[in-house]
C-alpha cells in the first residue's frame, strides 16, 4: 500500500453517529463503479479514512501525490452543460454557474406532477416548475448522483478524505474525473 502524506491531526466538534442497537449492512459491491483503477483509487481513500477518522487532509497533496493524478486550472476545462462540476462550498458552486450563465442548465428546486425537487435540466428553461440556472453542485448535493459525461472536481480548500471520496464516487470510470482548482 502506498504511503501517504498532507495528513495532520485535527480536533472536530461533535460525535459521529452511533450505531447502537441498529441492524449494520456492509456493502462489499460498488455498482456504480465500472473502472478497475478507479475502484482501486476509492479502496485506497476507504482505508486511510478507516484507520485516520479526525484528520485535516490536503486533498491536493493526496491526489497528486498518492493517486498520482493532476490537477489543472479550472479555467483551462472543456465544459459542456451535459458535465458536472461538484465543488467543497457554495460559494465555489455559484463561481461556475457564473461562469457558465450562457449555457442552459436548471436544478427543479419543487416537487411536481412532472418534476422532482433536485432534478437537472439541460435545455430551456421549462415555465411550470420553481427552478434556477446551476452548473456548480456541492459535494453533499451531489450525493446520490451518478455523472455520466466528464465530472470535474474543484478541489480548492477542499480538507476531507471523505468529501473526496463522495466526490469521486459520482463517476463510473476513472477517465470521467478532472481535478480542478
Known amino acids: 500500500m502506498p504511503r501517504f502524506s498532507g495528513l495532520k491531526p485535527m480536533t472536530i466538534n461533535g460525535t459521529e453517529f452511533e450505531i447502537g442497537d441498529l441492524p449494520v449492512f456492509n456493502y462489499t459491491k460498488n455498482y456504480r463503479c465500472k473502472c478497475k483503477i478507479l475502484e482501486e483509487k476509492l479502496l485506497f481513500l476507504r482505508r486511510i479514512i478507516s484507520k485516520n477518522k479526525n484528520l485535516l487532509i490536503n486533498c491536493e497533496s493526496i491526489i497528486t501525490n498518492n493517486l498520482e493524478l493532476d490537477i489543472i486550472d479550472s479555467n483551462e476545462i472543456d465544459y459542456s452543460a451535459e458535465d458536472m462540476i461538484i465543488t ?94
Not at 460559494?91 to 422532482?116: A, G, I, P, Q
Not at 476531507?160 to 464516487?169: G, I, R
Request: hydrophobic share 30%.
Open 88 to 181: 467543497n462550498t457554495n460559494d465555489t458552486k455559484d463561481k461556475y454557474t457564473e461562469k457558465y450563465k450562457h449555457l442552459d442548465k436548471y436544478t427543479v428546486l419543487e416537487n411536481t406532477r412532472d418534476w422532482s425537487n433536485g432534478q437537472i435540466i439541460i435545455g430551456p428553461k421549462p415555465s411550470k416548475v420553481k427552478c434556477e440556472l446551476r452548473h456548480g453542485y456541492t459535494i453533499y448535493a451531489s450525493q446520490g448522483t451518478t455523472a455520466e459525461h466528464k465530472l470535474f472536481i474543484d478541489v480548492d480548500k477542499m480538507n476531507s478524505l471523505k468529501l473526496l471520496y463522495t466526490a469521486m464516487s459520482r463517476a463510473r470510470t476513472m477517465d470521467q474525473i478532472v481535478f480542478i482548482k
